[in-house]
């Protein structure tokens, strides 16, 4: 094999990887992002509610 060929071909793999690394590290932390959501909307959601009624001044609809 050639040199050019090699580094095209390095080039392309390096291209792939960033992608797949990208991909897998934007992956990792929506799953962390909505395991935290999760969490905090079950332990606020109450207190928020409540907030927004007040701010509103409406109860909310059943």
Known sequence: ???V???GIIRIS???LRTLYGAAIAGFAKLVYNFFA???R???SGKILKL???LLGEERPQ
Do not use: A, F, S, V
């Open 14 to 16: 390096d291209k792939i």
């Open 38 to 40: 999760r969490k905090m």
């Open 52 to 54: 927004t009624e007040e």
């Open 1 to 3: 094999m050639d040199i």
């Open 5 to 7: 060929r090699l580094k």
């Open 42 to 44: 079950k332990k606020y």
